[in-house]
T-cell receptor, first 110, second 115 residues
Framework: SQQGEEDPQALSIQEGENATMNCSYKTSINNLQWYRQNSGRGLVHLILIRSNEREKHSGRLRVTLDTSKKSSSLLITASRAADTASYFCADGAGSYQLTFGKGTKLSVIP | DADVTQTPRNRITKTGKRIMLECSQTKGHDRMYWYRQDPGLGLRLIYYSFDVKDINKGEISDGYSVSRQAQAKFSLSLESAIPNQTALYFC??????????????FGPGTRLLVL
């Protein structure tokens, strides 16, 4: 069953603005991952944050994790038109599979 | 060359037909997965395999079967295709890392239409 749930379902911003997407999950996790999907293509791993971490950075990406609230957020700073894609969170509750959310569709307007 | 490849990339078939989707990887990973993606429903796990002799059902395995022919190859079959199996299918691979955390690497997908 689906565990991670992203919010909002869709987000439209101007180029240069920051984009924030949120993810909630239901059970204890080992890690939480974020993936990106360009329209109709395969998912690409962006960043992984472990359950004992609170914040992680990678380039223009910043991920936070609040295990007490069972939530995570992905911030993309200084967005570009090329960031237009769907973004999925996936929780690694076990050591053998990931459970994906339904995704946030981000549109960055030039 | 892509690390995870899927064939075919697009397929149109008729209800009742048997079809096979193939996945190959050059990453040397032991673990392979098949997902389907439907609009608004995200990705759902169909089957996964941790090695050639280990195959497990996922969330939505009914109507599907798989074969792990080798470490690098994992095929998904629809024995008798039905229209609600129309979807985008993804293969993925992963390797166990450290404390059981996994990053998955996805193929480009197969778009299947069942008429």
């Amino acid at each position: 069953s689906q565990q991670g749930e992203e919010d909002p379902q869709a987000l439209s911003i101007q180029e240069g603005e920051n984009a924030t997407m949120n993810c909630s999950y239901k059970t204890s996790i080992n890690n939480l991952q974020w993936y990106r999907q360009n329209s109709g293509r395969g998912l690409v791993h962006l960043i992984l944050i472990r359950s004992n971490e609170r914040e992680k950075h990678s380039g223009r990406l910043r991920v936070t994790l609040d295990t007490s609230k069972k939530s995570s957020s992905l911030l993309i700073t200084a967005s570009r038109a090329a960031d237009t894609a769907s973004y999925f969170c996936a929780d690694g509750a076990g050591s053998y599979q990931l459970t994906f959310g339904k995704g946030t569709k981000l549109s960055v307007i030039p | 060359d892509a690390d995870v490849t899927q064939t075919p990339r697009n397929r149109i078939t008729k209800t009742g037909k048997r079809i096979m989707l193939e996945c190959s990887q050059t990453k040397g990973h032991d673990r392979m997965y098949w997902y389907r993606q439907d609009p608004g429903l995200g990705l759902r796990l169909i089957y996964y395999s941790f090695d050639v002799k280990d195959i497990n059902k996922g969330e939505i395995s009914d109507g599907y079967s798989v074969s792990r022919q080798a470490q690098a190859k994992f095929s998904l079959s629809l024995e008798s295709a039905i229209p609600n199996q129309t979807a985008l299918y993804f293969c993925a691979t992963s390797a166990l890392q450290g404390e059981g955390q996994e990053t998955q690497y996805f193929g480009p997908g197969t778009r299947l239409l069942v008429l």
